[in-house]
């Protein structure tokens, strides 16, 4: 008999909790079982009653989300760990996540990826194991109530996120399309270094696979890209976008999250390509001290590039990297958007020529604190302050 919690979700509230530990009896193994335990086999396997012990019978939340809870742990040799034990274990569309995490990872090894322990996978229990991340999410950076990181740091933090999905897209023997970049999905060391995490979503294709046909919206709102939404192929760039995104969180420290983002003139990326236009860009930049102005100005360059409408005008991150390193120059950026009714100002512009009032109205209401104020969708992981 093997003793684990069960995640409760209430149908009012929406809130998570996690019931004392149940008793139950395995008495037969699913005729699938055989089949999964094959293919999650290269992967250390631990049982509930060890997760149980290495958790202390789950006594410390480090997050919740829509997929379960995740605890801290220790493993036998010290090291810390996180355990993510997973509710509605035996719903479909849970198990394919927890497939698409344990495949996905337990096949990577990124300085900047989350490290793989280990998994439980039995007829009442869906756990993975991987490494504890000292500092959380960048998201409680961005949007919470911790300390605040320098712009040099943020700066560095972009980079090595952007070297792990280069590593996703462009070095792994599959591409691997993560399909849901967000602050919250980047966990922080104990130095500040960068490691994605959450690969629920993630798919592995082969190389010559160009375009892949959705059977319906994964992602998070406001960092999706538009092709998300519609029922056209997409491609690996729809990282790149979300990745852009990410950029502008960065660099504005303000949410921008929108449930109808091609709706909104006001979201993040509009104020962005307006302040451009004008020769304000700067303006939008929190936290980086004038001698890292090029820094910043970088950043937010390689965002308008990378949240462009149409994909193929979208980088690849290996060469973003480069630019956001200074390796490479940085064309001046497109128009990004699909909206045919915006006002497209010149594209040879961005030097400060003269714009419309509407225009220097948006930037103002940026500055002033307002241009993305909007209904934020909260981050699937949110970290439990200790």
């Known amino acids: 008999m093997e003793k684990f919690p069960q995640v409760v979700r209430s149908s009012s509230s929406g809130v998570m909790s996690v019931a004392p530990p149940a008793v139950s009896s395995i008495k037969e193994v699913p005729d699938e079982f055989d089949t999964l335990e094959r293919f999650l086999k290269p992967t250390t396997r631990f049982s509930s009653d060890q997760l149980a012990a290495y958790t202390e019978n789950y006594a410390v939340v480090l997050g919740s989300g829509s997929y379960g809870v995740v605890f801290k742990g220790k493993l036998p040799n010290g090291t810390l760990v996180a355990v993510k034990l997973l509710t509605n274990a035996h719903d479909k569309r849970m198990e394919e996540q927890f497939m698409a995490e344990v495949s996905s990872i337990g096949r990577i090894h990124h300085i900047n990826l ?226 045919p009714n915006l006002d497209k100002p010149s594209q040879s512009s961005g030097n400060g020529s003269e714009r419309d009032s509407d225009s220097s109205a948006l930037g103002t209401e940026y500055s002033r604190g307002r241009c993305s104020e909007l209904g934020k969708q909260t981050a699937e992981i949110e970290l439990a302050t200790s």
């Open 114 to 339: 989350v490290k793989l322990y280990g998994f439980c996978f039995d007829s009442t229990t869906r756990a993975i194991v991987y490494e504890y991340m000292e500092n959380g999410s960048l998201h409680e950076f961005l949007f919470g109530d911790k300390t605040s990181i320098d712009g040099r740091k943020m700066h560095d933090i972009a980079v090595g996120t952007a070297k792990g999905i280069t590593y996703l897209h462009e070095e792994c023997e599959q591409r691997i399309i993560h399909y849901d970049i967000k602050p919250g999905n980047i966990l922080l060391d104990q130095n500040l270094s960068p490691k994605i995490a959450d690969f629920g979503l993630a798919k592995l294709y082969n190389r010559e696979s160009i375009q892949i046909h959705m059977t319906g919206f994964c992602g998070t709102h406001g960092y999706a890209a538009p092709e998300m939404l519609k029922p056209n192929p997409v491609t690996f760039k729809c990282d790149v976008y979300s990745f852009g995104m990410v950029l502008f969180d960065i660099m504005g420290r303000r949410i921008n999250h929108d449930v109808n983002l091609r709706e909104s003139m006001m979201g993040l990326p509009q104020c962005a390509w307006h302040m451009f236009q004008n020769g304000k860009l700067l303006e939008m930049v929190c936290g980086f001290p004038e001698s890292d102005r090029e820094k910043a100005m970088r950043m937010l360059m390689v965002a308008l590039w990378c949240i462009q409408n149409n994909p193929e005008a979208r980088p690849m991150m290996s060469t973003v990297v480069k630019m956001l390193e200074g390796d490479v120059g940085i064309p001046t950026p497109t128009y990004p958007f699909e909206n």
